[in-house]
């Protein structure tokens, strides 16, 4: 359970008491308008029921305190939320959700850090996977979604466009052999018009369909001489 939790929980305890306290207090003043008892007995009971007003007067106080202080750590305030499958959550909330700057670690080792909406990986984030690889940059609602950096674990990397977790837009990757691409991706593989910048300065331009190269393309090596080549 959440300190939030608790604390909603020993409110409604204490309400529940000052509840009965009212209840007590509005019997008594019934018992006192109609009661034919001696003086004394009524005097006494007079002052009792005042005494316990004064005491209800005061937990009412410390109730709507209390209340305001709940509200105020619900509306934002930091937290560390557990969950059965071994998962946790340490950031903020807000209204009894994951809302802002936070970590959540998952029970096989991988970890998001960044920004949270609505529970959702939403705004900028760095998820690191359990292989060695890492994704900084955009999210929406717990997608990879606008610019970002995916560096993989044998250390090439894509920098770009990202839509609904995958490679989508403009972006360049970089081989671990020194070559770069840049141009179009559609759902994480090359699709549309792009540059190959090889290690020794030279490069090819052309059309790409399903990752491959199509179509004639155009090499131009370190001295400037071109080529075309058909694919």
């Known amino acids: 359970m959440s300190s939030i939790a608790g604390l909603r929980s020993a409110f409604s305890k204490v309400e529940e008491i000052n509840s009965i306290l009212i209840e007590l207090i509005n019997s ?17 009971l007079q002052s009792l029921l005042t005494d316990l007003k004064k005491t209800s007067t005061k937990s009412k106080y410390i109730l709507e305190g209390m209340k305001k202080n709940i509200d105020n750590l619900e ?4 937290e560390i939320e557990e969950f059965p499958n071994g998962d946790k959550y340490e950031g903020e909330m807000k209204n009894n959700l994951r809302n802002g700057k936070g970590v959540y670690y998952f029970n096989n080792g991988e970890k998001y850090e960044g920004d949270f909406k609505d529970d ?5 984030g760095t998820y690191h996977y359990n292989d060695g690889s890492m994704y900084e940059g955009d999210w929406k609602k717990d997608l990879k979604e606008g610019k970002g950096i995916f560096h993989f674990a044998d250390g090439e990397r894509y920098e ?24 179009d991706y559609k ?14 300065g030279s490069r ?4 790409f369909s399903e990752d491959k190269p199509v179509g004639n393309h155009t090499y131009m090596d370190i001295n400037g001489e071109v080529s075309i080549y058909h694919y």
């Open 28 to 44: 008594l003043e019934k018992e006192i308008k109609t009661s034919s008892k001696k003086k004394d007995f009524l005097t006494n």
């Open 75 to 78: 509306f934002s305030g930091n």
């Open 120 to 124: 959702f990986f939403s705004g900028k």
């Open 160 to 183: 770009g466009d990202f839509k609904n977790n995958m490679f989508d837009g403009k972006g360049v990757y970089y081989y671990n052999s020194g070559n770069r691409y840049e141009g």
């Open 187 to 200: 759902n994480d593989i090359r699709e549309g018009k792009g540059i190959i910048y090889y290690k020794n």
């Open 204 to 207: 090819r331009m052309g059309n």
